[in-house]
């Protein structure tokens, strides 16, 4: 299968080759040349910008966005329904807001275009271990494109399978998911990242804890110099609270127990407020979530910085801290 690439960041170089290991063909287009040509193969042609992709694209065309959330994609959607034709699919890839794809495949639907709102999890490991994807749009769309979200996914892998999956959607468990209509797969992504959140906010203030029982605010007789590196390393073999972040965090404390490398000045990148306004719009309370999202905002201020949060966030996804 061919589809067009927009966007080689952190993520979409790596898609790029995963879908050309999978035999897929791609045509690529950045802003960056030599990340254009460092990706050029023999499954792999560049461009000269979005209308020069296009035309080397096959019909009916797909083309992949992989951009950051707001103006950037906004714009490039809107230069693609001038370019593209009948029956030609965009999928957007990147973290947009469910409300923005809504109204953009309602826009792209008047052209006869379909469009598909694809939630990506895997961030810089995405090469390697595969990536989660959370797809909405029409749904006979999405099955034909089936060959691309399938080269993309984890697959099956080494987890146990649940029970009582008999009759459901198999390929759930290879890791993609048809969600339903426009907007629903990146309404699903949103929440996946609020509760991500959540998660890391927890691992971290309790490493916190641990690692400041030692100090003077804390009577001689219960103070406790802990190795946080080999309490990260203990709980991924077989404690309840394991995960992939769990395993990031003990591999970032072995490498550096005081995480020297990070200032701890946390940035949000949309998902968690998102999340976090939609509670308010449903009425469900969502504290936990609400909290991190604050303890986010609360990491700017100078000397309330959390270093592991930080570091979790480079180690999974490359997000490097503001200067």
């Given amino acids: 299968m061919q589809l067009g690439v927009i966007g080689l960041g952190r993520m979409g170089s790596n898609i790029v080759r995963r879908l050309t290991q999978a035999g897929c063909e791609c045509v690529v287009f950045d802003q960056n040349a030599a990340t254009m040509r460092s990706l050029v193969g023999d499954r792999v042609g560049d461009s000269n910008d979005l209308a020069d992709l296009v035309k080397k694209l096959k019909k009916p065309r797909v083309v992949w966005l992989m951009l950051p959330a707001g103006e950037i994609t906004e714009n490039t959607v809107k230069q693609l329904g001038g370019l593209l034709e009948p029956g030609d699919t965009i999928i957007d890839g990147g973290n947009a807001f469910f409300q923005d794809d809504v109204r953009r495949a309602k826009a792209m639907k008047r052209k006869g275009i379909h469009y598909v709102d ?24 999405v099955e034909r494109l089936d060959p691309i979200f399938a080269a993309l996914s984890p697959g099956e892998g080494k987890i146990d399978k649940t029970p009582y999956r008999e009759n459901r959607d198999p390929r759930v468990e290879r890791g993609y998911l048809y969600c339903g209509p426009s907007g ?7 929440i996946h990242n609020g509760i991500e959140y959540g ?9 916190e804890i641990m690692q400041k029982a030692s100090s003077r605010e804390v009577p001689e007789e219960r103070r406790y110099n802990l190795d946080i590196a080999d309490i990260a390393e203990v709980w991924r073999r077989g404690s309840v609270i394991s995960s992939w972040l769990l395993d990031l965090t003990a591999m ?3 490498e550096d127990p005081a995480l020297s490398k990070y200032s701890g000045l946390v940035e949000d990148s949309g998902e968690g407020r998102w999340t976090v306004n939609t509670a308010i719009e449903e009425a469900v309370p969502a504290d936990v979530l609400s909290a991190a999202l604050f303890a986010r905002f609360r990491s700017r201020d100078e000397g309330t910085a959390n270093k592991l949060l930080s570091a979790m966030r480079h180690a999974f996804g490359g997000h490097v801290e503001p200067k």
Wanted: proline share 0%.
């Fill in 184 to 190: 629903s797969g990146h309404f699903v992504k949103m």
């Fill in 118 to 141: 694809c939630g990506t999890s895997g961030g810089v490991w995405g090469l390697e271990r595969g990536y989660c994807l959370m797809i909405g749009g029409e749904k006979e769309v």
């Fill in 199 to 207: 998660i890391m906010q927890a691992y971290a203030e309790g490493f």
């Fill in 252 to 254: 970032l404390l072995a």
